[in-house]
């Protein structure tokens, strides 16, 4: 019962931290998979498919002290300091790229990346797409990556790798938004248990009868939704009422979901305000 546990709490966790901003779960998130595209850049490859991050929550919030080999595969420090916790599992940027091998059916693109200054500071803007080979459906992703970064004093400077970490979490996002849900469900079962990986070239019998796109959160869907809107749009005053009619609705998003969506409203906003003369 308590693998199962396990098992139920360290999938559903993720979808939780992009539903609950208040406890800023997928800022942590975030920060492990980021670490594990750096890592990557200079030369040091995960061997994982899944990524595994303790977290504090009490015991009030379902925590113990003790997850067994959850704890054993990472040295878990609350563990050691006899903290309740609770563990985040999700598949990491290496289990997607498996995964894109794997289902070979999908084409990944990425249109040319824009900086866009959001409120005082910088991002790297990016559009991406997946494309289903076999039914020529299309899915976009619009990626933001903060510019800069800062150092252990507080001080910020640029961050080189920015631009590279985007593009590598919106690919892993796209990959994972449309392989089978029960591959990722079978790599997360078996890192739970302590057992190996079904290999890649096996996931595809496994889950060939069960493909599915896995749904966003609710909150991410819609920003990508309008931001296609937007897109579409082809005067300055549109644009203006398409924002003000969602005015109110962009008042409750959060963390990058607010940062994209205004800066992709800049974005088309400045590109209708080019004259016309000076697009000849």
């Known amino acids: 019962m308590e693998k199962e546990k396990i098992e139920i709490e360290g999938i559903v966790l993720e979808k939780k931290a992009e539903e609950e901003s208040e ?23 995960e ?4 990524y595994n991050i303790p977290y504090y929550t009490g015991k009030d ?15 878990c420090k609350y563990r050691r300091d006899k903290t309740p916790h609770t ?32 409120e ?13 080979i076999k039914d020529k459906i299309t899915k976009p992703l619009w990626v933001v990556q903060a510019v800069m970064m ?26 994972l ?7 990722k469900v079978q790599w997360i079962k078996e890192y739970s248990e302590g057992k190996a990986y079904t290999k890649p070239e096996e996931l595809s019998s496994i889950a060939e009868t069960t493909e599915t796109t896995e749904p966003e959160t609710e909150g991410a869907s819609k920003v990508n939704k309008l931001l296609e809107d937007m897109a579409l749009m ?18 409750s998003l959060n963390g990058d979901d607010k940062i994209l969506y205004s800066g992709a409203y800049k974005k088309f906003m400045d590109k209708l305000r080019v004259p016309k003369d000076s697009l000849l």
């Open 47 to 50: 061997e994982e498919f899944v």
């Open 234 to 251: 082809t005067t300055v005053e549109e644009l203006s009422n398409f924002w003000n009619a969602n005015a109110e609705w962009y008042k």
């Open 23 to 45: 406890t800023n779960l997928w800022d942590i998130v975030d920060i492990e998979l980021s670490r594990e595209i750096e890592k990557k850049m200079q030369g040091v490859y």
């Open 87 to 118: 563990h985040v599992l999700g598949i990491n940027v290496n289990g997607a790229d498996q995964l894109m091998r794997t289902y070979k059916h999908f084409n990944l693109e990425s249109e040319k990346p824009e900086i866009m200054e959001i």
């Open 61 to 75: 919030k379902g925590g113990q002290i003790d997850w067994g080999i959850l704890c054993d595969k990472i040295n």
């Open 150 to 175: 800062s150092d252990k004093t507080g001080k910020y400077t640029f961050n080189e790798n920015a631009l590279a970490i985007a593009q590598s979490k919106g690919f892993r996002n796209l990959i």
């Open 177 to 183: 938004s449309v392989v089978p849900s029960n591959a």
């Open 120 to 132: 005082n500071k910088k991002y790297w803007m990016i559009k991406m797409t997946v494309t289903n």
